[in-house]
Nanobody
Framework: QAQFVESGGGLVQPGGSLRLSCVAS????????MGWYRQAPGNQRELVAA???????AYADSVKGRFTISRDNAKNTVYLQMNSLKPEDADVYYC???????????????WGQGTQVTVSS
């Protein structure tokens, strides 16, 4: 079965940068769409960025031009490069992927454990 582990969160000043990573491992047959979400206490989880297996991307309007999602299919990894960070970007970030495990006929959603991004002076 597959595993999905993320890292890269931390504390950064406004205008700074962070790079989040999420790595899938295990008996993986294929990975389809991958994405990043964020959620603050009391709020719904919202999509930040997504990328298809073919490399097509989509972004929330609030991060467009500042964040970049990418993937390395050989390493089963998705990245979120966050530049020009603002206080309103502070949230717990979660990676997501549609993964078909070896021995399975279908793909299922997998979630990372969440990583805290704090933007403060």
């Amino acid at each position: 079965q597959a595993q999905f582990v993320e890292s890269g969160g931390g504390l950064v000043q406004p205008g700074g940068s962070l790079r989040l990573s999420c790595v899938a491992s295990g008996s993986i047959f294929a990975i389809f769409t991958m994405g990043w979400y964020r959620q603050a206490p009391g709020n719904q989880r919202e999509l930040v960025a997504a990328i298809t297996s073919g490399g097509s991307t989509a972004y929330a309007d609030s991060v467009k031009g500042r964040f970049t999602i990418s993937r390395d299919n050989a390493k089963n990894t998705v990245y979120l490069q966050m530049n020009s960070l603002k206080p309103e970007d502070a949230d717990v970030y979660y990676c997501n992927a549609q993964i078909r495990s070896s021995g399975s006929s279908y793909a299922y959603d997998y979630w990372g454990q969440g990583t805290q991004v704090t933007v403060s002076s």
